[in-house]
T-cell receptor, first 114, second 116 residues
Framework: DAGVTQSPTHLIKTRGQQVTLRCSPK?????VSWYQQALGQGPQFIFQ???????QRGNFPDRFSGHQFPNYSSELNVNALLLGDSALYLC?????????????FGSGTRLTVV | AQSVTQLDSHVSVSEGTPVLLRCNYS??????LFWYVQHPNKGLQLLLK??????LVKGINGFEAEFKKSETSFHLTKPSAHMSDAAEYFC??????????????FGQGTRLTINP
């Protein structure tokens, strides 16, 4: 049973560039959430997608945007990259009917902005 | 609003001795509480979860946690530490009016070191 798959695993971008991160949810899951984990910190909630719409959003600027596709996979886009965007980006999938009981995390994408 | 405070940023124990990782939470709603573990360069793995059933929750790898509403605490324990337990541990709270999966609010993490 495939879990949550994230790509790429690592990437390096230059300040001011744009980046797209991808997430395939666990089989049977229909909701995707994105988290940013800065070095030495706990993950911070960015946003959540369900039925191809943004359902909840954390305290992140509009430079952070996302998308969910009909097959439930998701993308996280970050525009005008800042050095402070360097972090591990985690994707978590869940099934809306399970409420808070069934989150599965991917291994993350390590983004370095130079 | 929900928040979590992990009272220790770093805990060091000897192999075979008990582990205690402390967590206090704040929530305006009946909370769901979780403990996650993160090994280096790995994703987050769920250890256990409290969802308003039994207050003593048993998880994987011998870990357990007790929900104490009066103390707003959800401390994680293990009777005997193993070298493989060395990792970062996160206490997590969620809960709110939105139905279905809600955002997770993480603590800052506790790094657990096991001494041989």
């Amino acid at each position: 049973d495939a879990g949550v798959t994230q790509s790429p695993t690592h990437l390096i971008k230059t300040r001011g560039q744009q980046v797209t991160l991808r997430c395939s949810p666990k089989s049977g899951h229909d909701t995707v959430s994105w988290y940013q984990q800065a070095l030495g910190q706990g993950p911070q909630f960015i946003f959540q997608y369900y039925e191809e719409e943004e359902r909840q959003r954390g305290n992140f600027p509009d430079r952070f945007s996302g998308h969910q596709f009909p097959n439930y996979s998701s993308e996280l886009n970050v525009n005008a990259l800042l050095l402070g965007d360097s972090a591990l980006y985690l994707c978590a999938s869940s099934f809306i009917g399970q409420g808070n009981y069934g989150y599965t995390f991917g291994s993350g994408t390590r983004l370095t902005v130079v | 609003a929900q928040s979590v405070t992990q009272l220790d940023s770093h805990v060091s124990v000897s192999e075979g001795t008990p582990v205690l990782l402390r967590c206090n939470y704040s929530s305006s709603y009946s909370p769901s509480l979780f403990w996650y573990v993160q090994h280096p360069n790995k994703g987050l793995q769920l250890l256990l979860k409290y969802t308003s059933a039994a207050t003593l929750v048993k998880g994987i790898n011998g870990f357990e946690a007790e929900f104490k509403k009066s103390e707003t605490s959800f401390h994680l324990t293990k009777p005997s530490a193993h070298m493989s337990d060395a990792a970062e541990y996160f206490c997590v709270v969620t809960g709110g009016r939105i139905q279905g999966a809600q955002k997770l609010v993480f603590g800052q993490g506790t790094r657990l070191t096991i001494n041989p």
